[in-house]
T-cell receptor, first 114, second 112 residues
Framework: GENVEQHPSTLSVQEGDSAVIKCTYSDSASNYFPWYKQELGKGPQLIIDIRSNVGEKKDQRIAVTLNKTAKHFSLHITETQPEDSAVYFCAASNGRVGAQKLVFGQGTRLTINP | NAGVTQTPKFRILKIGQSMTLQCTQDMNHNYMYWYRQDPGMGLKLIYYSVGAGITDKGEVPNGYNVSRSTTEDFPLRLELAAPSQTSVYFC???????????FGPGTRLLVL
C-alpha cells in the first residue's frame, strides 16, 4: 500500500522568511496530493491540493510542487506570518475505485518566530 | 452551513465500556470517513462510506463499527473500549471521490 514520509518533523523560521515542507510517496499510481493545516485543538483544514497532471499550484503565499518521477511533493510558504504556526500534514491518494483513501504523512510542526 | 460536526468533544471511558461517536455533515456529501490521530502522528483511516447503506474498512478497523443509514450521519461505535483506542477521532466528508475532504473538530477519547 501507499506510504507517505514527511520531513522535517519540526521547523522554526523567522517571520517573513520562507518555509518548505517535503513529502515522498511510494505508490506511483497516486494522483491526488492535498496539504492540511491543523491548529491546536482543531481538525485539519485543507489549504491547497494538487493533482498529478499539474506540476505546480499557487494560492497567494502558498504553493505546492509535484515531481512525479521522483515521487515527491513540497509545500512552500512565503512571507511567513505568526498565524502560519501550526502542524501541517501532507497526504496522497491513488483515487482507485471507491472512496478516495488518503494516506497521511506524520506531520510538521511549523513555528514562526516574531 | 455548519460543515462537519462531531459529538462529544471529550470523553473518558473505562476499559470494556462502549460508546458511539457522532458525526453529522450538512453539505450533502456522499462520502464520509473516520480517522484516528495518535499523539505526534498523522491520521489513519478507520472506516469510510461512499453513500447511505455502504461502508467499508480502512487501515485500522479493528475494535470499531460503523453504520450509514442517512447521507448526513456516520456514527462510529466502540464496543469494548481498550487503552489502545485512546486517541483523537476525526470525521470527514467529501462530495465525490477524488475531491477535497472536510474535517470536523474531533473527539478526544481517553480509555482508562
Amino acid at each position: 500500500g501507499e506510504n507517505v514520509e514527511q520531513h522535517p518533523s519540526t521547523l522554526s523560521v523567522q517571520e517573513g522568511d520562507s518555509a518548505v515542507i517535503k513529502c515522498t510517496y511510494s505508490d506511483s499510481a497516486s494522483n491526488y496530493f492535498p496539504w492540511y493545516k491543523q491548529e491546536l485543538g482543531k481538525g485539519p483544514q485543507l489549504i491547497i491540493d494538487i493533482r498529478s497532471n499539474v506540476g505546480e499550484k499557487k494560492d497567494q503565499r502558498i504553493a505546492v510542487t509535484l515531481n512525479k518521477t521522483a515521487k515527491h511533493f513540497s509545500l512552500h510558504i512565503t512571507e511567513t506570518q505568526p498565524e502560519d504556526s501550526a502542524v501541517y500534514f501532507c497526504a496522497a491518494s491513488n483515487g482507485r475505485v471507491g472512496a478516495q483513501k488518503l494516506v497521511f504523512g506524520q506531520g510538521t510542526r511549523l513555528t514562526i518566530n516574531p | 452551513n455548519a460543515g462537519v460536526t462531531q459529538t462529544p468533544k471529550f470523553r473518558i471511558l473505562k476499559i470494556g465500556q462502549s460508546m458511539t461517536l457522532q458525526c453529522t455533515q450538512d453539505m450533502n456529501h456522499n462520502y464520509m470517513y473516520w480517522y484516528r490521530q495518535d499523539p505526534g502522528m498523522g491520521l489513519k483511516l478507520i472506516y469510510y462510506s461512499v453513500g447511505a447503506g455502504i461502508t467499508d474498512k480502512g487501515e485500522v478497523p479493528n475494535g470499531y463499527n460503523v453504520s450509514r443509514s442517512t447521507t448526513e450521519d456516520f456514527p462510529l461505535r466502540l464496543e469494548l473500549a481498550a487503552p489502545s483506542q485512546t486517541s483523537v477521532y476525526f470525521c470527514a466528508s467529501s462530495y465525490e471521490d477524488r475531491e477535497a475532504q472536510y474535517f470536523g473538530p474531533g473527539t478526544r477519547l481517553l480509555v482508562l
